[in-house]
């Protein structure tokens, strides 16, 4: 059984990966200082496969802590990565913490992968770094604009680093290139977890209709799109996980034409804000409270992927729709609420 180590598996994407990749026979293995996780992503993965999760919580940017995890496991067949801060607005009020955290945590990964010669490299992008594209889809191909963020720039910047590291390595490295990242697993036992107030899109819509947030701000109506919104391509985090695991599995097999491919994970479709809003209305029957507020700088006018390449190549087909992207948010939201209400009537009960 092939191990694989997930960094930053007690986050969204992480934890999701760690569920296809048991579920695909693979042994895993998760590294999380949990600055921005805690542990309850992981024990729904636990609770999920009956299977016992070893989380080293351990912070990358530390290499003798890092280097630890694998001389205490030299069996690490390949390495996925998505630890590193996230938060778009956050990087421009604090690039130093961005560049810092996001490149010194990649650079000690690749110098443990280089020392113990891991054969298998997947590396966590995001289509950010095509900033604006001139025209939509994107592919693979189109050609990379300046970061519209500090966080958008430690992306290219992280792929630059690979791709360096690839050529003098034996090791076979994948970039993937995420769209927009939501939904839940159906059981409702993992998903997005905000440690503060969300910034994406989804988790701002779902602890509106909840009640968290007093009103939802649309970011500007008055943008070059069929209803004046931004366009985004919405991808459901289960299919973003498994085509984690469908490209450790192309690279095994040896069907990677050079050591460093790259890979758009979208599902081809450009969806509005406003068209995203009335969809999680519809197939939750819930009324959101919305208002139209102005452009938030920094912001992609219109952005959706080619997905032929992964589809192709990978084999990689997603199968869920915008409306289970909102019906399995919504009803992640409704058991963290939930949860939390349990919480407070047996502290209640304590005190
Ligand atoms: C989507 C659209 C907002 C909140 C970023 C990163 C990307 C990935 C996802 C990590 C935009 C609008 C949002 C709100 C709104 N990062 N919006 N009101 O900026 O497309 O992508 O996050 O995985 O790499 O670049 O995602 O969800 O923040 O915004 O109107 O309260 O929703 O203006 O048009 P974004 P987002």
Redesign the pocket.
Known sequence: MKKILVTGGCG??GSHTLLDLIGHGYEVISVDNNSRSNTRLIQGVEKITGRKIKNYKVDLCDFDDTHAIFAENDDIAGVIHFAAY????ESVERPLLYYQNNLASLINLLRCIEEYQVPYFVF?S???VYGNPDSIPVTEETPQKPA??P??ST?QMGETIIQAFAQKSSTQCILLR?????GAHPSALIGELPIDR????????TQ?AIGK?PQ?????ND?PTRDG????DFIHVCDLAHAHTLAIQFLIEKKNKSNCEVFNLGTGDGIT?LE?IRAFEDVNDVKLN?TI?P??P????A?YANKDKAEQQLGWKPKFTLRDIMETAWKWEKQLQEDETLFTQQNSRLN
């Open positions: 969204y994407i996230k938060a778009v607005g966590s995001s289509c950010t519209e963020s966080y958008g992306k995420y769209f927009n990242p939501a969300p910034q994406n899109l989804t988790p701002v819509i509106t947030i939802l701000t649309v970011f500007g943008y919104s931004c366009l985004r804000v995203a919305y507020g452009r938030r920094g912001d992609v006018v952005i």
